[in-house]
């Protein structure tokens, strides 16, 4: 049973990472952009609240992306475990998701964070629109310029705080995310103890 934080600015590697370890370790990554997305193109109500409030790049609010949280926690493939990619966000977040934890007597293994420089961080999100597009994909809505700084501040402001939560805790471990994306999964799976190549 792994139950895993990966913390990190946007463009950080947070979901690369997370496909690396759901393949590793053979537990769901729960991304809550990626479940937000769906709903909006799904048009749903939490798809209808959320859409705007992600085009620009700010953070969906807490009750509605703790709902979303708490009921996939609940679906049968994470009973034995889960990586969440971009959640929690806010401190507000990672108190809800202690207490949902705790009804059920289970505990984090680690907080995993990505650290990236910021100008990385914003090659990353060009390069990504630029693979998008050569795959004549649709590009994400909040990756463009504007939207991006939007992002890193809204992660400055309201998610860095949460190194400290959860330093505070002991759950904590840092990870260069500069490193190519094979050296940092390395880095990674040595931090959880686990062999590179199982
Ligand atoms: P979300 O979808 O979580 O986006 P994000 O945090 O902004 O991060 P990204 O998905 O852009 O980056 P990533 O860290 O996953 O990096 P990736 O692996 O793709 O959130 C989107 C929006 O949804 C939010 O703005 C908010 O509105 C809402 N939302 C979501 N969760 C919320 C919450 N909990 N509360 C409130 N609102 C919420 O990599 C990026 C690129 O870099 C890729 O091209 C990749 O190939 C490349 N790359 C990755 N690793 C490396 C490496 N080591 N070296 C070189 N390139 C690399
Ligand atoms: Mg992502």
């Known amino acids: 049973m792994m139950k895993l ?39 749903s109500p939490v798809g209808l ?3 705007t409030v992600m085009d620009r790049g700010e953070l969906v609010s807490d009750a509605i992306v703790v709902g979303i ?16 990619d971009g959640f929690p966000r806010t401190v507000g977040q990672a108190e809800a998701l ?7 007597s289970l505990g984090l293994d680690a907080v995993i964070e990505l650290k990236v420089d ?9 390069k990504r629109v630029a693979d998008t597009l050569a795959r ?7 990756d463009n310029p504007l939207s991006f ?10 998610t860095a705080p949460l190194s400290a939560y959860y330093a505070g805790r002991g759950l904590l471990r840092t990870v260069d995310g500069m490193k190519p994306v094979d050296e940092v999964t390395g880095d990674v799976l040595a931090l959880l103890g686990e062999p590179a190549d199982r």
């Open 136 to 142: 004549g994909e649709t590009v994400r809505k909040d």
């Open 98 to 104: 202690d207490t949902m934890l705790a009804e059920r």
């Open 149 to 158: 700084k939007t992002r890193l501040e809204a992660y400055r402001v309201q």
């Open 69 to 84: 949280v708490a009921d996939r926690i609940l679906q049968q493939d994470a009973s034995r475990g889960f990586i969440l």
């Open 5 to 43: 934080i990966l913390l990190g600015p946007p463009g950080a590697g947070k979901g690369t990472q997370s496909q690396r370890l759901v393949q590793q370790f053979g537990i769901p990554q729960l991304s809550t952009g990626d479940m937000l997305r769906v709903a909006v193109a799904a048009g």
């Open 118 to 126: 910021e100008a990385a961080l914003i090659d990353r999100m060009a």
């Open 49 to 51: 609240q959320a859409k």
